[in-house]
């Protein structure tokens, strides 16, 4: 038997891989795939006004965007853990990287999602970004001290910032979402501590599922209800047959 192909998501926020890469991973575990889920923080601090106002203390807060990322990604049918390495700022250690790294060797994906490397709204989301491709180089070499083999090359996917045109994003991979996008909605759904996303991340996928007909094939001015998510590839793809 073969094994399942595996899907590793860093978010730097609870509520990140959500709004970002939820098809994405509702996808593979349609497919029988594992996918899991590494939120470096619960996005207490600056992710979490309404709870704020709403007096809650910072371990309230936390509990509480525990509570909904889990829900979410129970929806997606995917694994999570939480490092709880604090947010705003998110700061960048050796010691962090290193559990990233013991993440990839143990899991051994065959796909990454994370955030692209510019954000000028949130310093934390590329320094997730930094921490993940870092770790995923460390976890090759075969004399980094971290338990399981040396990890291969799994491609990178950047998943859509919230403001791309000042993130320096340019898609050149659109995932159609369609047959699972009941299942993205019902995770955002569970984030009720950021509700004002939910709508603009629907009307976001529409946009990019007319993007992505618009690019596969003779289909132009073609009614259609396509739901799309936008990525860039870091690392050349690697094939024998152009497509």
């Not at 073969?2 to 899907?7: G, K, Q, S």
């Not at 509480?64 to 129970?74: H, L, T």
């Not at 970004?129 to 990890?151: F, I, N, S, W």
């Amino acid at each position: 038997m073969t094994t399942p192909r595996t899907l590793l998501v860093i978010s730097a926020h609870a509520g990140d891989f959500v709004w970002r890469a939820a098809g994405a991973i509702a996808l593979a575990t349609s497919r029988g795939e594992r996918a899991k889920v590494v939120c470096l923080s619960f996005g207490e601090r600056g992710e979490s006004a309404k709870a704020w106002r709403a007096g809650h203390s910072l371990q309230e807060i936390k509990a509480i965007r525990r509570e909904e990322a889990q829900n979410a990604a129970a929806a997606l049918g995917a694994e999570i853990e939480f490092l709880d390495a604090g947010d705003y700022p998110l700061l960048e250690s050796r010691e962090l990287v290193d559990r990233l790294v013991r993440v990839y060797r143990d899991l051994e994906p065959d796909v990454v999602l994370t955030h692209p490397p510019a954000d000028p709204y949130n310093g934390d989301h590329p320094a997730a970004a930094r921490m993940a491709l870092q770790a995923r180089v460390l976890a090759q070499a075969a004399g980094y001290d971290a338990p399981g083999e040396p990890l291969g090359a799994p491609p990178v996917f950047f998943f859509e910032p919230h403001q791309p045109e000042q993130c320096d994003f340019k898609p050149d991979v659109l995932l159609d979402i369609t047959p699972v996008f009941d299942k993205k909605r019902k995770a955002m759904e569970c984030l009720p501590a950021q509700q004002h996303m939910w709508d603009y991340y629907t009307d976001l996928a529409k946009r990019r599922g007319v993007q992505l007909k618009r690019n596969a094939g003779p289909n132009l001015g073609l009614p259609h209800a396509t739901m799309g998510e936008a990525y860039m590839r870091l690392y050349p793809q690697v094939t024998d047959v152009l497509a």
